[in-house]
């Protein structure tokens, strides 16, 4: 069983700055892209950040030169360090995994919980 436990969220002043994390759990043997998106009240889920297997990242336009990706492959993890966060950053946010490899089982995609990212003015 593999689970994706996202931390991180809170409520920040509109200036701020948040780190979120995204570990697997489970025995995962390799993950391609992971990535970070989000879903503000009755908007659809968008992209906010991806990174390859090789560490390219690659940015919504909203969020260029304020959030940067990363991620540590022996720990299974991805974080999203944002500053200069703005209200409109206020959402839910999701860590991705693409195409995980578990030896006996299929390749798939996991999503995690979804962590609150409030950000007041």
């Known amino acids: 069983q593999v689970q994706l436990v996202e931390s991180g969220g809170g409520l920040v002043q509109a200036g701020g700055s948040l780190r979120l994390s995204c570990a697997g759990s489970g025995s995962i043997f390799s993950i391609d892209a992971m990535g970070w998106y989000r879903q503000a009240p009755g908007n659809q889920r968008e992209l906010v950040a991806t990174i390859t297997s090789g560490g390219s990242p690659n940015y919504a336009d909203s969020v260029k030169g304020r959030f940067t990706i990363s991620r540590d492959n022996a720990k299974k993890t991805v974080y999203l360090q944002m500053n200069s966060l703005k209200p409109e950053d206020t959402a839910v946010y999701y860590c991705?995994?693409?195409?995980?490899?578990?030896?006996?089982?299929?390749?798939?995609?996991?999503w995690g919980q979804g962590t609150q990212v409030t950000v007041s003015s």
């Open positions: 991705y995994f693409n195409s995980v490899r578990r030896l006996g089982f299929p390749t798939r995609d996991y």
